[in-house]
């Protein structure tokens, strides 16, 4: 249990400019979003969102495989939605026809051959911590800050037979230990409002922006060791009443400083954002952008009037780009990366509200790779501090 303020069921409570003002003292003066409660179980903070909510926690990182020491990017995410909503089985959304109700274990790769497998289980087969990351789902899928394992699997003729899984057909298991190096706290961050009951549509948090990952992973028959100082690992949580649009996510851990030419231990970069409607006024495209560069971190926060965050994402006919220019009072950073396409999957989240995938094209890719620039401010104009290549980066983008 928590003797937190529970800032989610404030925001719930009504609507108005008023009442977000508030929300926002509410939520700075708690401490709640620096608090380790947030990387939690966050639907039981409101009646709400226990029926008509999502709850996430994801992780991603690059194995090396066994067979011919190619570094292959790997995602495992424990999700859970409306589970007040629960049946002895899992709920399907199937296209618009049920508010869905079921944990989702899901994982995958990104590649040539790129896969999401799906595995849903009832409600009553999922627990999960409210202060701290310990989610449990069937017997043997168990995630905690330090230890994770599961396994996901689906046949091709069950794959085929069951749309409403729609899952991609594959087998992957995992067993890790994991290490949390960076840290990143977005706040509030891409939240948006819904409707006149709730501001804010979505929550994120990052508490593992950086992340040394070990164990092993098998994958389609394959064999991949997950090392340390080449896991580029990552994990974040997400929850709320509906997922933003447009998404856009891009983050490295593979980072290799110009200056130096070495492989950076201690950075990070990590920006997020949507379109967040706060109180029934859309705010345009709004991005976070974090970067750790050698343990100090740049920090870009569109909500606050003296930083501000320009994204321009493009879709072509191959490939995906995220150029992202950012600065504040101190700095500024430039982002270019990009994905090919063909190693891609599109993410799909059914809504809680109403069982509808929305996002048909969330591009999701473990591939990202480009450059960071950063700029420190003089008098005179903007000295650069270093230009570091990225690699191996998550990313996602998607509107509909
Ligand atoms: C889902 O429903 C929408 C609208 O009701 C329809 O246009 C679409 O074809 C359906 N998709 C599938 C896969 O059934
Ligand atoms: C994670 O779970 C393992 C196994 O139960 C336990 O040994 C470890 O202490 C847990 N880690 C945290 C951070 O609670
Ligand atoms: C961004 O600014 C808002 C408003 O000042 C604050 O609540 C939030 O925590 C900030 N986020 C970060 C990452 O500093």
């Known amino acids: 249990m928590t003797s937190k303020p529970s800032p989610p069921a404030a925001v719930l409570a009504g609507g108005g400019i008023a009442l977000l003002a508030l929300t926002l003292g509410l939520i700075q003066s708690s401490g709640f979003f620096s608090t380790e409660g947030v ?18 926690w994801w992780h991603n990182l690059v194995a090396v495989s066994r067979k011919d020491g190619s570094l292959r990017p790997f995602f495992i995410e424990y999700y859970v939605v ?16 049920n508010k869905p109700s079921y944990a989702l274990l899901t994982a995958g790769s990104w590649g040539k051959d790129a896969c999401k497998i799906n595995n849903f289980y009832p409600i009553s087969q999922f627990s999960a911590d409210r202060n701290r990351m310990e989610v449990k789902i069937g017997d043997d899928n168990f995630a905690n800050d330090t ?3 599961g396994a996901v699997s689906l046949s091709q003729e069950a794959a085929v037979a069951h749309p409403e899984y729609f899952s991609d057909a594959g087998f992957m ?41 070990s164990g092993t992973i098998m994958y389609n028959g394959e064999v991949f060791d997950v090392l340390p100082d080449k896991s580029y690992g990552y994990q974040d949580k997400n929850w709320g009443t509906e ?29 997020g954002g949507g379109n967040p409607v706060v109180a029934g006024i859309p705010l345009g495209v709004k991005l976070l952008v974090a970067f750790y560069y050698e343990g100090t971190l740049y920090e870009y926060n569109f909500s606050k009037l003296s930083a501000f965050v320009f994204p321009t994402i493009t879709v072509t006919e191959t490939e ?21 396409k063909d190693t891609m999957i599109k993410i799909r989240y059914e809504s809680p509200a109403d069982g509808l995938i929305k996002h048909k094209n969330l591009w999701n890719t473990g591939y990202a790779k480009g450059t960071i620039e950063l700029y420190k401010r003089t008098l005179f104009g903007w000295d650069a501090v270093d230009t570091l290549d990225g690699d191996m980066g998550g990313a996602e983008y998607g509107e509909y």
């Not at 990387?39 to 996430?56: E, S």
């Not at 700095?331 to 994905?339: G, R, T, W, Y």
């Open 320 to 340: 995906v780009k995220w150029h992202i220019v950012a600065y504040n009072f101190h700095s500024k950073i430039v982002l270019d990366f990009s994905a090919p």
């Open 147 to 149: 230890i994770l394992y």
């Open 173 to 213: 298991s995992w067993s890790l230990h994991a290490e949390k190096v960076l840290s990143f706290n977005p706040g509030y961050g891409v939240s948006k409002g819904l409707r006149n009951l709730a501001l804010f549509q979505m929550f994120w948090h990052v508490k593992g922006m950086r992340t040394r990952y």
């Open 243 to 271: 997922y933003t649009n447009p998404w856009i996510w891009l983050s490295t851990n593979k980072l290799v400083s110009r200056k130096t030419g070495e492989e950076l231990q201690h950075s990070s970069l990590d920006c």
């Open 82 to 97: 409306n589970p007040k909503l629960a049946q002895s089985e899992p709920v399907f959304g199937k296209n618009g026809t």
């Open 39 to 56: 990387t939690g179980y966050r639907l039981p903070d409101h009646p709400v969102l226990m029926k008509n909510g999502y709850d996430w």
